[in-house]
């Protein structure tokens, strides 16, 4: 958010779903990450009145069919594993599991994160996508970041996401394409 609003300073008064009063767990029932950005903005434009921009991220894994995708978030839970220790690493477990069902295994392990946002300004809607292509490692490394940051190495790097740190990953993510997107067309 600090970041957006450094961006459009000047231009538009950023808020948060905090800044407006917005406490609701807002459905994400989509099943694309536009469908679901645009379910999360219609919601508070529908609740309170404002024109906003939402997003939806997750990562898509190519042998998996770009599963998780969308349930991302939620993919442990998904397949019946409990959350322990961490969503995140419960997530994590799965996933890699999924991949590599054997220790012979040797799968495609080419993935990219994407972001899609949804823009609802003036009366219509716009779409700002942002893809980040990597590939997915067997152990974890990094303390840096959330969700599969630890397992994620995005192309022209040798580091994980979680080992990247704050600053390089917020320059190159999925997410920063997207905003860089957002932030030129509202400029």
Excluded at 92 to 117: G, H, N, Y
């Amino acid at each position: 958010m600090e970041e957006i609003r450094s961006m459009l300073a000047g231009k538009f008064d950023v808020k948060s779903l905090s800044d407006i009063g917005c406490t609701a767990d807002i459905p994400e029932t989509g099943t694309t990450f536009r469908q679901n950005a645009l379910q999360k903005a219609q919601y508070v434009k529908d609740h309170f009145g404002y024109d906003c921009f939402a997003d939806d991220s997750g990562l898509q894994v190519h042998a998996l069919g770009d599963e998780p995708g969308v349930y991302s978030a939620r993919y442990a839970r998904m397949h019946g594993v409990d959350e322990v220790p961490t969503k995140d690493a419960a997530n994590m477990q799965v996933l890699l599991s999924k991949l590599w069902p054997s220790a012979e295994s040797a799968p495609d392990t080419s993935a990219c994160f994407r972001t899609s946002i949804a823009l609802i300004y003036e009366g219509a809607t716009h779409y700002f996508d942002g893809i980040v292509e990597g590939h997915i490692i067997r152990e974890r490394r990094g303390s840096e970041g959330f969700g599969y940051d630890p397992i994620f190495v995005p192309r022209g790097y040798d580091q994980t996401f979680a080992e990247l740190g704050a600053d390089i990953k917020n320059g190159i993510s999925h997410r920063a394409r997207a905003v860089a997107k957002l932030v030129e067309f509202l400029g």
